[in-house]
């Protein structure tokens, strides 16, 4: 009995012991690690209890961090986030973990773009003039957040001059991309020095007085169209746009005598011409890729040798979907046109397999989905993604047993 009494004593001993433990370690604050930027989380002072929760903790960037190392503070001070921009620490990563990159967010061109003339600047002549033509004249109020080669002015005909933006600085440093970070619920302009625009890439932020200088010089440009023609408007749903095919950051504006490449892209299901005139009418020599995209393979058998089945000379070894294609040495106003026609009409063959050794003469039938002949047309408007053939035969031999044919 007494025993008894002196293990039930022990017991709650040691529960006692275990309760005060885990009051203890319930008050403690748990400290976030981020040894690449600095930045603590740091409780505020508090004494802690078993009924006492542990107050919410507050990022600042004096102590270093234990665990967690994504904890970025987003009530970060405009002193804090200038020192990480200057530090090089403010990266895209950073921006994106905070959720304060503005994709949609433009920057105003009055308060932070400057326009300069390098030619006049050059001769001492005062063209400070340039950047209220563009924004009255022209519209340009606002630039978007990308790389500056694709969001900048192309080009501006002012004072008799055609202008030609040539790159852009703060400074004296060369910027490449610009956007909008909301940081604590204000705007901020970054801007990034590199040419590659990664997670590790450096994000510079403009500070007071700082402006990006879009450079500009004196040369002729010519103007690059893009034209897409529909050859079976007919088809239902079968238009094209014009950033699909040539992608939303084509080429627009070329210098004279000047060289650019530009890439042409058709959905699967569709085949495509691609040609150059210029503005005389007059067509321009291609170099790069083939004009025809979207031609599909085709086969032939030499009488000599029926079972072997070999590509075609002027058959493509793949379908190709996508080219690009390089013009030099531009003189005149330019236009790339794409033909293009939508394929809904799909024939199969199996006559030239079925007289090879493989089918051995033992081939019976082709049967459904697919059409019972030897050789199949069919509309992209069956409903099922499948169309098969299956060939019958002895049950030994190995050979193929069935084609069949994707949509997509």
Not at 53 to 62: D, G, L, R
Not at 296 to 325: A, F, H, Q, V
């Amino acid at each position: 009995m007494k025993n008894r009494m002196r293990k039930t004593k022990f017991m709650a001993l040691v529960l006692s012991v275990m309760m005060v433990v885990t009051t203890i370690f319930s008050g403690v604050t748990v400290y976030a690690d981020n040894a690449e930027n600095g930045w603590t989380q740091q409780s505020e002072e508090q004494t802690a209890t078993a009924s006492d929760p542990v107050k919410v903790s507050k990022a600042t960037a004096s102590d270093p961090e234990k665990n967690n190392k994504n904890a970025i503070p987003s009530d970060m001070t405009e002193e804090e986030l200038y020192k990480l921009s200057d530090e090089g620490k403010l990266t895209k990563a950073v921006l994106t973990g905070l959720g304060a990159i503005e994709p949609q967010e433009k920057i105003s061109g009055e308060d932070y773009i400057d326009f300069t003339c390098i030619v006049d600047d050059e001769d001492n002549q005062n063209h400070t003039e340039l950047k209220t033509y563009v924004m009255e004249k022209m519209g340009f109020t606002e630039l978007t957040p990308g790389a500056l080669e694709n969001v900048a002015p192309k080009t501006v005909f002012f004072n008799e001059q055609n202008h030609m933006y040539r790159r852009a600085v703060v400074g004296n440093t060369p910027v490449y991309y610009v956007g909008i970070a909301n940081v604590g619920g204000i705007e901020y302009v970054y801007y990034v020095t590199s040419q590659k625009n990664t997670d590790r890439t450096s994000y510079s932020v403009l500070k007071p007085g700082e402006m990006i200088d879009l450079l500009c010089v004196h040369k002729n440009s010519y103007q690059i169209h893009y034209d897409l023609e529909n050859e079976r408007t007919d088809a239902p749903n079968s238009d094209l746009t014009a950033d699909e095919v040539f992608g939303g950051d084509r080429m627009e504006v070329v210098e004279e005598n000047g060289s650019y490449t530009f890439k042409v892209k058709i959905p699967r299901g569709y085949q495509a011409t691609v040609e150059f005139v210029d503005s005389d009418g007059a067509k321009v020599d291609l170099k790069g890729s083939d004009p025809s995209l979207g031609k599909m393979m085709s086969y032939y058998k030499k009488p000599e040798n029926p079972n072997r089945i070999l590509l075609k000379e002027d058959s493509p070894s793949s379908m190709i979907l996508n080219g690009t294609y390089e013009v030099s040495s531009v003189t005149k106003d330019q236009t790339v046109r794409v033909k293009y026609r939508k394929v809904d009409t799909f024939t199969f063959s199996a006559v030239d397999w079925s007289g090879t050794v493989y089918a051995n003469g033992e081939v019976s039938r082709i049967w459904a989905p697919g059409p019972a002949s030897w050789t199949g047309t069919f509309q992209d408007s069956i409903p099922t993604r499948w169309i098969s053939w299956s060939l019958t035969g002895r049950p030994s031999m190995f050979r193929w047993s069935q084609w069949r044919i994707r949509r997509q």
